[in-house]
């Protein structure tokens, strides 16, 4: 009779086979206590980010989970995903992408202690070990920091240091929502960290993907031109997938944007612009021309908005709308940022009423008085 491995035992940190994941999980239960949750990650050579860590604390215990030597993350994603447990985590915006595409969705409700830190007024995007250092007075081992988390097998300074990055997060939390609640600010983190659960954020299968490595490639091509760019981002998101690679790996940013300039009608034209090495060109030349092709077909449609320039009384609302948002941020401790960025504030001048600066807390806080301004600031 083959016999059962040691079950998961409160004491330990490393949970590396699958009885012992069952047995935390089982520990850990449903609902109730808020979880505090990290992930460990490699991707430099792939497409998909490959989970190679979960890191988790709850009560006393703080586990690391390795994903790699676990059969199964089942029992793992049924108490990641429990609706009714809070997740606690520090800049979680990777991590939500990486868990959304282990476990099929993102976990929610979170609550991020960066989003909390810079509206408690400790800094814009504060780190981690930063963060841990001016609230808990603990200085982090680093020396693991760019560490290869798929090789095998850790080593304990590895462990040790996952481990930190959920250790210290309990008492961040407890301290970062008095500082919020006597702030009165808590509800602003709540609002932000609910619309960071949303699943089509993370979704690095979706249609759109394609855009998140071109965003600002295509402003100031004609409508048919950014048609090609559209065109070749798509081709390329596709390759990079089918191929798990990362998407610069298969033609750069450069390449893409010199042939949406210039567009390659054959293998000659491309090759004369000397945008792709001779390898990519006799691998993939032809692909890319087809492409091409397929943009200088597509309806000649605007895929990148070109802003006009501001008039007179739109630069005159920017500037009274960026000063008085500079000076109320300092006033109150809030970095300006947060509220709205100097886009957001063009954007308003422009007369655009899709902004979260006019939504919830942001439009409490600031918004409604840049209404104002602009009604005032109308001939």
């Known amino acids: 009779m083959m016999k059962r491995k040691p079950q998961y035992n409160p004491n330990a940190e490393l949970v590396d086979h699958q009885p012992a994941l069952v047995d935390l999980c089982r520990a850990i239960g449903g609902g109730g206590e808020a979880l505090m949750l990290d992930t460990e990650f490699m991707r430099v050579n792939t497409y998909y980010p490959r989970l190679c860590l979960v890191q988790v604390a709850f009560g006393t215990t703080v586990a690391c989970v390795d994903v790699l030597r676990c059969d199964s993350l089942a029992p793992l994603a049924d108490v990641i995903l429990e609706e009714r447990r809070l997740k606690v985590m520090h800049s979680c915006r990777q991590d939500l992408e990486i ?62 240091y996952a ?42 299968n ?18 048919q031109k950014q048609q090609v760019l559209k065109h070749l981002a798509e081709w390329r998101e596709e390759t990079a997938r089918r191929a798990d690679r990362p998407r610069e790996w298969i033609v750069d940013n450069a390449a893409l944007a010199a ?91 422009r007369g655009r009423r899709d902004l979260a600066l006019l939504r919830g807390w942001r439009h409490d806080f600031a918004g409604r008085r840049m209404e104002r301004m602009a009604y005032n600031a109308r001939p």
């Open 259 to 349: 042939m949406a300039r210039n567009p390659p009608r054959t293998l000659k034209e491309l090759a004369a612009l000397k945008v792709v090495p001779p390898r990519t060109l006799r691998r993939r030349g032809d692909a890319l021309v087809r492409a091409v092709d397929r943009g200088l077909r597509a309806a000649p449609v605007a895929v990148w908005k070109t802003e006009s320039p501001m008039s007179a009384r739109q630069k005159k609302l920017f500037h009274r709308c960026r000063d008085f948002l500079a000076a109320h941020c300092e006033r109150h401790a809030v970095p300006a940022p947060l509220v709205a960025t100097v886009d957001d504030l063009k954007n308003f001048a």
């Open 99 to 160: 868990l959304h595409l282990a476990l099929g969705r993102a976990p929610a409700p979170v609550f991020d202690t960066q989003l909390a830190a810079t509206a408690a007024g400790h800094g814009d995007q504060i780190g981690y070990a930063a963060l841990v250092h001016e609230l808990l007075q603990v200085k982090l081992e680093k020396s693991a920091q760019r560490t290869d988390w798929s090789r095998r097998p850790l080593s304990g300074a590895q462990v040790r």
């Open 206 to 223: 979706a249609a759109g993907a394609w855009l998140r490595g071109v965003r600002r490639l295509g402003a100031g091509l004609d409508v």
């Open 163 to 204: 481990l930190d990055d959920v250790r210290y997060l309990a008492a961040m939390f407890a301290r970062l929502r008095i500082e919020l609640g006597r702030r009165g600010r808590l509800a602003w983190v709540e609002e932000d960290c609910a619309a960071l659960s949303d699943d089509a954020l993370h979704d690095m």
